[in-house]
């Protein structure tokens, strides 16, 4: 029994290090490492030397840092691919990133958060998201997108799940608020980020429904607050519901 809670443990802390490390491409060093997993800088070298013997993780002969290797987004992308929403998506998504000049973000929902699973962006200005990146439902447009089409019950569970947070002044911290947001976007079609996860960016979002309504994937078109008027909001959204139709169709099914 001892021996199975030390592997359990094992298991908890190199994930950890695998999370430390995924924020920090350009790598990092040993006790850093250390430093943010929590854990003795002993215990994070023995870890961090089995991630190099597995080929998950490298060290830099030059400056010392540790990084994850390509491996480790293979296995990633060996999963997204099998994705069918992403691969019908993509070419649609890509083509209204280039009509709009925006960032374009194609997410998918994994409990209470959704995960970043394509990024496409033709403008001059970059996003700081990434594809992998995890928010939560609640403070997203992608993810009010998705829990507009959940029935009461479950919205009040992934609420309580939720680790909710006040991260911006603008963070919706009522379940009844929400509730009154998400009657708004059913009967308009479209959700909003109104710099309810990151200040000074907003965006526009809508859900991909499947079999039923029920939708698990959601997509947006995101940029600066100085870029996204009213009136532009809700031109991008018209061009986004046409986008989804698109999509909608290729997928086989049929949207208003």
């Known amino acids: ?74 296995l990633s992308s060996a999963v997204v691919n099998e994705m069918d929403v992403l691969s019908v998506a993509k070419p649609h998504l890509d083509r209204l990133a280039a009509r709009t000049g925006e960032a374009i973000h194609l997410v998918v929902r994994d409990g209470v958060d959704v995960v970043y699973i394509h990024k496409a962006e033709t403008g001059g200005m970059r996003m700081g998201s990434r594809v992998g990146l995890r928010s939560p439902m609640y403070s997203t447009g992608v993810g009010k997108a998705i829990l507009s089409t959940l029935p009461y019950e479950e919205l009040r569970r992934v609420w309580t ?47 991909l429904p499947g079999p039923g309504g029920r939708a698990e994937a959601a997509f947006s078109i995101t940029s600066l607050v100085p870029n996204m008027s009213d009136e532009r909001l809700e031109q991008l959204a018209r061009t986004a519901l046409l986008a989804r139709k698109d999509i909608m169709r290729d997928m086989g099914f049929a949207v208003r």
């Not at 430093?35 to 030059?62: C, F, P, V």
């Not at 603008?170 to 980020?193: E, M, P, S, Y």
Request: hydrophobic share 40%; proline share 2%; charged share 20%.
């Open 1 to 74: 029994m001892a021996e199975e809670k030390g592997g359990v443990q094992s298991v908890e802390r190199i994930f950890k290090i695998i999370e430390v490390l995924s924020q920090q491409p350009h790598g990092m060093t040993l006790q850093a490492v250390a430093n943010e997993s929590g854990l003795a800088k002993s215990t994070a070298h023995r870890l961090l030397s089995s991630l190099i013997t597995l080929g998950y993780a490298m060290q830099d002969a030059a400056t010392n840092r540790y990084k994850l290797t390509l491996k480790m987004f293979e």
């Open 161 to 207: 799940a939720s680790q909710r947070a006040q991260l911006t002044p603008h963070t919706i911290t009522d379940f009844n608020q929400l509730i009154d947001q998400l009657k708004v976007i059913r009967a308009r079609g479209w959700a909003v980020d109104d710099e309810e996860n990151e200040l000074g960016i907003r965006c526009v979002a809508l859900a």
